[in-house]
């Protein structure tokens, strides 16, 4: 009978055993929680060899309740905010679509407008957003002989992509990400898991990566502009250059600005379309890197009048 308890005993332990073996999953690390985001044919498209759009990245602010607590600090009060700012920066630079500019005060609104008429570069867009939420949260699964610890951090943004010749918001949207870490001990075996300060990065990163999409396609909806804003020994001067992919030869169209009427409904400013009065050519360029100027030779047609009064588009 004792030699029965015995066996019982053993056979009851070893089962124990397994069994808490058995409950300890993998060890894995940094796991994305959440799908990898969609991403749109415009973005797996081939490399981008045409014009490049001028789009400035304003104010990202921080409106998480960490930011704004009894206790937050003037040092990093706005560091996730400026974080999403680059992430974003960074994500559409990467297409080769288009030339960033950082505009970090959104009272430059207004002034944005003003850059196509000297010789700094202006931008047609300001994005513009906040991260509206985030948080972190950590969970312990205990068997009899393993712990596993996991540590999840979530984030929320929203952007507006706003038109500075008109002010109006032409794209707003939200988007949520988050990323999860996990760590496992097995008999006192295995690593441990510290704060993870990369999961915050992570989680900031997938929310942008799901809007980046959808705001290349806002932007490359609009036709490519650029604007006159002198002359020189028989030359036009249009706003843009080399970084723009503006190359020696290639041709424009010049345009007569459209009337600009007010929507009554909306209260928005439309502007109707303009119309063609000349073709140019590009025989050179002035200035360096952003601030780069075209040399326009006249081809065909005729300008007259204020230069504030045309716009150039691709031919």
């Not at 005993?9 to 058995?22: E, I, K, N």
Request: charged share 20%; aromatic share 6%.
């Amino acid at each position: 009978m004792k030699q029965q308890i015995k066996i019982g005993t053993l056979l009851l332990s070893g089962a124990l055993f397994l069994g808490g073996c058995a409950t300890s999953p993998t060890a894995t690390n940094n796991r994305i929680a959440t799908a990898a985001p969609e991403v749109s044919p415009t973005l797996q498209e081939q490399p981008y060899h045409g014009l490049k759009r001028v789009v400035a990245i304003g104010r990202f602010t921080d409106e998480t309740k960490r930011a704004n607590g009894l206790f937050r600090q003037a040092k990093t009060q706005n560091k996730m905010g400026k974080q999403a700012s680059d992430i974003l920066a960074a994500r559409l630079t990467s297409t080769g679509k288009f030339v960033m500019l950082e505009r970090q005060d959104l009272s430059v609104l207004k002034e944005e407008s003003t850059f196509d008429k000297k010789s700094l570069q202006g931008a047609r867009y300001l994005i513009v957003g906040s991260v509206s939420e985030y948080g972190r949260e950590t969970t312990s699964d205990v068997g009899v002989f393993s712990r596993t610890k996991r540590q999840r951090a979530y984030a929320a943004v929203n952007i507006r992509l706003i038109d500075v010749q008109t002010s109006e918001v032409i794209y707003a949207e939200e988007a949520r990400g988050e990323a999860m870490a996990e760590k496992n001990r097995t008999f006192g075996i295995g690593g441990t898991a510290g704060y993870n300060s990369s999961l915050d990065d992570q989680a900031l990163s997938a929310a942008i990566s799901k809007l980046a999409s959808n705001v290349v396609e806002n932007l490359m909806d609009a036709p490519w502009e650029a604007y006159l804003v002198d002359k020189l020994s028989g030359h036009y001067l249009m706003t843009g250059g080399r970084t723009q992919g503006i190359k020696t030869g290639d041709n424009f169209v010049v345009l007569r600005k459209g009337k600009t009427i007010k929507n009554p409904q909306t209260g928005g400013v439309l502007t109707l379309p303009g119309e063609q009065v000349a073709t140019v050519q590009v025989d050179g360029f002035i200035g360096k890197q952003n601030n780069t100027l075209s040399k326009l030779r006249l081809v065909s047609g005729q300008i007259d009048g204020s230069l504030t009064e045309y716009v150039v588009q691709e031919g």
